[in-house]
């Protein structure tokens, strides 16, 4: 594993540790928190966390003092995922491998652990504001700017967009708005909030948001680029799935060739965006990892 | 009508604008849009937000400046009838005399709709700390409450014991859980913010809670009380229908005499509390309709 890796695997491991603390173990009513406790716990790369930890340290905030924002923010896409596999949205029966919530505590209890871990995560983030060296507006702007990028003009109208399109052929700016906010807000707003958390200057934090849409695009665009040329035995699923189930995906849209030239254009452009700040290890890396991502 | 009502009827139509100011009227994604207007626009009487807005009068601050935070309850408690009517939960057609939300939108939209309410409203419930005299740490602190009412804690909490219990016999403990979680934790939640914003002091928060423990419970008893004796013209709903469907209610499980005591109880706790404040008609007001419901 290279260092980069490693690094992924720590900061995962001690987001791991803080949402064990943050979930009540045993609290009442137990089906319920074993539910959401299920859904968090069950692993995921905790991508959205680490860079709101990375992207404090960036700015000169160590990264303890974001975690219950980090923590907050992986809550918010573990529920966006529960809801997401319900029969009435996705019907997905497995999710990282293991069954999928409703499958294991029913679908009304997968509901309420979904509404119980976005609506748990505001007072986690609220709970920033007691870390020494953290300013009370700066907390209330992060609660704003979440709540706006997972909520109707954010990941949840990435997601309604998506209902209404499925099943029909769209246009290219259809393609773009649905993975710009079902998957791009969110990741740009963990970047900013780790930012704004460190009292990063407006033009710093714009900077970081404009790399954080590159991100998110790249992760998209790669995720159906490897449905086409993907090893099947690491990205777990069938290759091909995309074009069998219809889906619009960047290359059944763009065309293959495209894709891949947005892949380099995305890439260039977030290098070209990090490279203004000192000690931009991590994001170079983030870059180059995602390119190269083979599942 | 009397000078009470008339109150409520006037603190409404504020509350009324001033969601259909906050709420996006032409924003994209249309459809998801139209389903949470349809829902919060539905109608309704607006307690919870003209609570917020009276408690700050009662601990001296306007109630215009509390007005981001009430319309943040109402969008909290809309969000909760929304999935509370979906078919996997009490799969209701109807709220208010109209179709229920997926009804109109179908199952998954108005799945959306109910995440989209709940996490929209914490940007809403932010925004009120940018009116002047108002500090951040009480909208942090607001925040947190909200956050925790309405949670695995608090009103979902609930919501999961109802879910486990339906059609189950509970015992007195139980359904005091339920109905204290599913609308006491709110009722209270309202009350406390807005004197929270107000800056009352620490006994006057927990005079004002305990207050707001006995409303929401006197709230829920009478409504139980209500498909026993009441008006079916006034309710809306048959008389006896709880009964019918082995609903678990006080009469059943304390008896209809218990009941009526409790209210008496409740009652005389509530006015006793709120008696420790001047200017406290509302209040008083309050503890007199509900008791005086019958619809």
Redesign the interface.
Known sequence: MDEFQKLLKQKAEIVDAALDFYL?RE???K???QA?RYSVMAGGKRIRPILVMESAKLFGLSFEKVIPTACGIEMIHT?SLI?DD?P??DNDDLRRGKPTCHKVFG???A??A??????????II??N?AISGIS??A??DV??R???A????GM??G???D??ASGKDIDEQTLL?IDRHKTGCLISASLWSGARLAEASESDLKTIDDYGERIGLLFQIIDDILDINGDEKLIGKRVGSDAKNNKNTFPSLFGYDESLQMVEKLCKEAKDLISSFDNNWFFIQLIEFLKERRY
């Open positions: 009540p609290a009442f009513p089906r319920l928190h959401l529920y809801h319900l009435v949205m679908e009304a209890m509901l309420l979904g509404d119980a871990l976005l609506t748990d995560a505001f007072s609220a709970r504001s009370l507006q907390v209330l609660i704003d979440i709540s706006k997972a909520g109707s003009l949840v109208g997601q309604a967009v209902i209404d708005y």
